[in-house]
């Protein structure tokens, strides 16, 4: 089956790539935002990550797996999860949460707070929300859906997520449960595996070239001898997006 | 036995210029709007905001009576950002302390207890530490030597909650899913205030949901207001949903203070009484589901 014969969509290799994330993560809580990383995640269930636990975007665990756009009334739940009970998990490190950045930079700092100084920002976002916590205490990953030099930046200007620099200036307290694991974005995957821990590009998604992705990122990226290509779906994750999880396809009208 | 039933107005009448004042719920959800727009029909100024944030922040913030907020976040959930809490940070119009909502929930577990600060790996590295330079480390006395953030008290002057039921004692029940860190607002505040949708007898909670839904005992609380639709417009589960709707026009309406949409969403729905704000919503039509009273 080639790529043209089923018309497999970029936001589709992205909802994979999010879902590898999760291979065999075993039980913990897997946090997605977004539709194609809740996406990604649902997939990763259904196939090679049976054990991970979703929660149903509110206070519950769901037991079952439903569509993106399903009612509460689709959701069956198997046990609480108010938000106090989320700070005991995240500070017990049994999740891995993919967060947003609307900056990131090579060590992976992540920023959602606001753009410009903080003292009085250009622009004022959403706040610092969780992400100090989440990345000092658990593997944290992040989606960026729209790779350009606005968002993959030289320097991030409020650290929100902990990068690699600042985890491991601080010592043993902040590195010990450090993991920052991987940033996908519309145009490949990327990790930190490197001897000083900045940002790698680990995979390129279909149709995009090395040289798209250097002129989108604002800083140098460390670049392998061989860059592999970001897989495809199996015609088994293709029918369960477009069939069973995302019949809607919410997932198209995150990619700009 | 002490009956706290209060009316909002006798409450709000308590407070004074400069408090600090904690707002419980969460983003959008089961916020104490009534008690919000009781705030906003008085001349308290100079209010300091500790919310886990929605659009309480923001209209406080609309009216001008904010001189700092505490936050981890602000956000109307279905809609990201609210519009007044963002022009107030952008024209520099309020201060900020800006932490992580596991240190905010730490803070407020720290003056329940009564106790000066409590530790966490929260903030380490990040720019938390450096936005707010009066945030201390400290190191363990223990083999380990670790040396982690001391996240100090949150002590409030005052706290809302909105309940779905409470009793005339100040018992206060959460139907909905999540009952938030609604206890410890009213743990960390020296007035504690609950607004419900409906106040019964002591002993007839039970009538309306199971043990673990009273999630606020009367040890915690001073005053009991009677507020239907006390949350409206965000949600109140399961007595109504968000006014999703309504809280659009609202978006809307903040995004346009310059060319006076504000100024008419305030005239049509803020400038009143409460059962003015109530007509008002009655007549827009947006409010999803009833309240029980």
Not at chain 2, 12 to 35: C, H, N, Q, Y
């Amino acid at each position: 089956m080639s790529i043209d014969a089923v018309g497999i969509t970029r936001a589709e290799v992205c909802a994979v790539a999010c879902a590898e994330l999760w291979r065999d993560a075993g039980e913990i809580i897997v946090s997605p935002f977004g539709s194609v990383p809740a996406l990604g995640a649902r997939l990763a269930r259904l196939t090679f990550a049976p054990e991970i636990v979703l929660t149903d975007g509110e206070a519950g665990l769901m037991a079952n797996t439903p569509p993106l756009s399903a009612s509460r009334d689709a959701m069956v739940l198997e046990a609480p999860m108010p938000y106090r009970r989320v700070f005991d998990v995240v500070w017990s490190g049994r999740r891995h949460v993919m967060m947003m950045a609307s900056q990131i930079d090579r060590y992976g700092n992540q920023n959602l707070s606001c753009i410009g100084d903080w003292a009085r920002p250009k622009a004022q976002l959403i706040g610092v929300r969780g992400a100090p916590g989440n990345t000092v205490n658990h593997p944290t990953s992040y989606w960026v859906p729209s790779h350009s030099t606005r968002s993959f930046v030289e320097r991030v200007d409020m650290v929100c997520g902990v990068g690699y620099d600042r985890a491991s200036a601080v010592g043993a307290a902040a590195s010990r449960f450090h993991d920052v694991r991987a940033v996908v974005s519309d145009l490949g995957v990327f990790d930190f595996d490197t001897p000083d821990h900045r940002m790698r590009v680990r995979s390129v998604h279909p149709g995009v070239s090395l040289d798209e992705v250097a002129e989108a990122t604002g800083f140098d990226l460390v670049v392998p001898d061989e860059v592999a290509t970001s897989r495809l779906p199996t015609p088994e994750e293709l029918d369960l997006m477009r069939n069973v999880l995302d019949p809607a396809g919410l997932r198209e009208r995150e990619l700009s | 036995m002490t009956d706290k039933r209060a009316s909002l107005e006798d409450v709000v009448a308590e407070l004074r210029d400069g408090m600090t004042i904690g707002f419980g719920g969460w983003g959008s959800r089961r916020k104490p709007m009534a008690a919000v727009r009781a705030i906003l029909r008085t001349e308290l100024r100079d209010l300091t905001v500790v919310s886990y944030g929605g659009p309480d922040v923001g209209l406080l913030c609309a009216a001008g009576r904010v001189r700092k907020v505490v936050y981890g976040f602000v956000t109307l959930d279905s809609i990201a950002l609210d519009p007044h809490f963002r022009r107030a940070r952008q024209q520099g119009a309020i201060e900020a302390m800006e932490i992580d909502e596991g240190m905010f929930y730490l803070g407020l577990l720290a003056a329940s207890q009564r106790v000066p600060f409590l530790p966490t790996r929260a903030g380490l590295g990040s720019d938390v530490m450096t936005v707010n330079p009066e945030l201390r480390t400290v190191r363990s006395p223990y083999d380990d030597g670790e040396e982690l953030v001391a996240m100090p008290a949150l002590e409030l002057d005052a706290a809302f909650v909105h309940a779905n039921r409470a009793d005339t004692h100040g018992n206060a029940q959460m139907l909905g899913p999540d009952p938030f860190f609604d206890d410890l607002f009213l743990g960390a505040a020296r007035r504690r205030y609950v607004t419900a949708e409906r106040v019964v007898e002591p002993g007839k909670l039970l009538e309306e949901g199971p043990m673990q839904s009273i999630a606020v005992t009367r040890l915690l609380t001073d005053a009991v207001a009677e507020t239907p639709m006390g949350a409206h417009f965000t949600s109140c589960d399961p007595d109504y949903g968000r006014d999703e709707a309504f809280q659009t026009a609202y978006a809307k309406a903040g995004a346009d203070v310059e060319g006076g949409a504000w100024a008419a969403f305030a005239a049509r729905h803020l400038d009143g009484s409460e059962q003015d704000y109530l007509a008002s919503v009655a007549d827009a039509g947006t409010a999803q589901g009833s309240s029980p009273s």
